[in-house]
């Protein structure tokens, strides 16, 4: 699925997002605009199917929850039933006026029937420095795979792996063993697992606390719009704004400042790239072998272990080489203790 973006006299750009364009993809217009009711037909008939049509079109209807209506909702009433289009609002308001102390719905999102279910439509509990509540628009598709997770050797327990590899690692159970490598493998997993930490598969999100006095007066305010509550919010909004800019100033210097006459290319690069919002992905999507496309992470992860070991074989080894390695793979691993201790030596070294 693409989104395509235009823009012409009536039509603003708003965003761009890209979804992974192929040759069976569908494209979605996206229009923000801000024009007359009565252009609303022209313009739709214009657009290639399917749309969804964003903005403050600042008409009021019950047909989205307005208290009451105007000549103004009536029009755009009229023009979503006589083109047969769906409005995911749910009646939740989008705007808050101040001066009057009142909430009302005047941004709507409009589309095309057959994207009426493949999209959720929400406010945001935030106004986020405005007088209109942000709307988010969230695609009911698959949701993306989680980042892969890494041990963290840093912070592992070594005293207790070294403990449960000796105690988890009998010799009798991996002679008698079908499969030893998946035993050998299964066991060190579980032995892992215990003794080291792994990263989350969803970075973690600390809430702001510049938010948080904020939040609460519009909470309040929304209760009991009284005087004294819409003085509180705007004192609590001017100090979150003050709060973030001076964040960003100290997060912006502090960034910088770890770039020096000592910094590789690479980092500085690297660093560029971030700061345009262009950091790597670290996701697998598919890989190509011999003409197929693997899509799944078993299969993708089997054809690189088997690629390896093919690489890692005797095939690519020296005559001198293979005469040493095929009488030493042939003998049975010993896991005693004297082994072990040599083991458990590497691992604390490499550490």
Not at 40 to 65: C, E, K, M, R, T
Not at 335 to 342: A, E, G, P, S, V
């Amino acid at each position: 699925m693409a989104l395509v973006i235009i823009r012409s006299r009536v039509v603003f750009l708003l965003l761009a997002i890209g979804m992974s364009p192929s040759p069976k993809s569908h494209y979605i217009l996206l229009c923000s605009l801000s024009l007359n009711p009565r252009e609303l037909d022209n313009l739709v008939a214009q657009l290639p199917s399917p749309y969804i049509l964003l903005g403050d079109f600042n008409g009021h209807h019950s047909f989205w929850g307005s208290s009451d209506d105007n000549s103004r909702g009536k029009l755009i009433a009229d023009f979503i039933y006589d083109n047969d289009l769906c409005i995911s609002n749910d009646e939740s308001p989008t705007h808050f006026c101040s001066k009057n102390k009142s909430f009302s719905h005047l941004d709507l999102t409009i589309s095309s029937p057959s994207l009426f279910q493949d999209f959720s439509w929400s406010v945001h509990d935030d106004l986020c420095h405005s007088d209109h509540y942000p709307v988010i628009l969230r695609n009911n598709g698959p949701s993306p795979v989680d980042r892969p997770q890494r041990w963290k050797l840093s912070k592992a327990n070594w005293p207790l792996f070294e403990a449960l590899c000796i105690s988890s690692f009998p010799q009798d159970d991996l002679d008698e063993a079908e499969d030893q490598m998946e035993l050998f493998t299964t066991i060190l997993q579980d032995v892992s697992g215990q003794a080291i930490r792994k990263t989350l598969a969803t970075p973690k999100r600390f809430n702001k606390p510049w938010f948080e006095e904020r939040n609460r007066a519009l909470r309040l305010l929304e209760r009991s719009p009284t005087d004294n509550n819409v003085a509180s919010f705007r004192i609590a909004r001017a100090k979150a704004r003050r709060a973030i800019r001076q964040a960003k100033r100290s997060s912006w210097q502090e960034y910088v400042s770890r770039i020096n006459s000592r910094t590789s290319c690479k980092s500085v690069w690297d660093r560029i790239r971030r700061i345009k919002g262009k950091a790597d992905t670290i996701s697998v999507n598919h890989l190509q072998i011999d003409g197929s496309t693997l899509t799944t992470l078993p299969d993708i992860a089997n054809s690189l272990g088997h690629t390896f070991s093919y690489n890692s074989s005797s095939n690519f080894s020296s005559d001198a080489f293979r005469r040493v390695k095929l009488p030493e793979e042939r003998k049975k691993l010993n896991l005693h203790q004297k082994t072990r201790n040599i083991i458990m030596i590497n691992l604390r070294s490499r550490n």
